[in-house]
């Protein structure tokens, strides 16, 4: 059974920072994209920043800068280290795996930035 759970959400002041981590199992980590998204309050869900199995990174224009995605294959977990949070970063944080034909989500954590 596969699983993406997420944690290291919470409230944070602008300005400050977050870690984010999301941990597999039931897959070959290794071999999957690993994407972070975000859905803000009365907006569409977006891809915030995305590492592929060799590394490669992408990140969204708003992000870039602030944001680094990593992941640990020995440890079947990916990173979304954020910095300098704005309160337009808050929202539910999810992690999507995907391969090929296949694509598994975690239920997400909330990120909620304000003073």
């Known amino acids: 059974q596969v699983q993406l759970v997420e944690s290291g959400g919470g409230l944070v002041q602008p300005g400050g920072s977050l870690r984010l981590s999301c941990a597999a199992t039931g897959i070959m980590f290794s071999r999957f994209t690993m994407e972070w998204y975000r859905q803000a309050p009365g907006r569409e869900r977006e891809l915030v920043a995305g590492?592929?199995?060799?590394?490669?990174?992408n990140y969204v224009d708003s992000v870039k800068g602030r944001f680094t995605i990593s992941r640990d294959n020995a440890e079947n977990t990916v990173y979304l280290q954020m910095n300098t949070l704005k309160p337009e970063d808050t929202g539910v944080y999810s992690c999507?795996?995907?391969?090929?034909?296949?694509?598994?989500w975690g239920k997400g954590t909330l990120v909620t930035v304000s003073s």
């Open positions: 999507k795996a995907r391969r090929s034909f296949f694509q598994y």
């Open positions: 590492i592929m199995s060799n590394g490669d990174t």
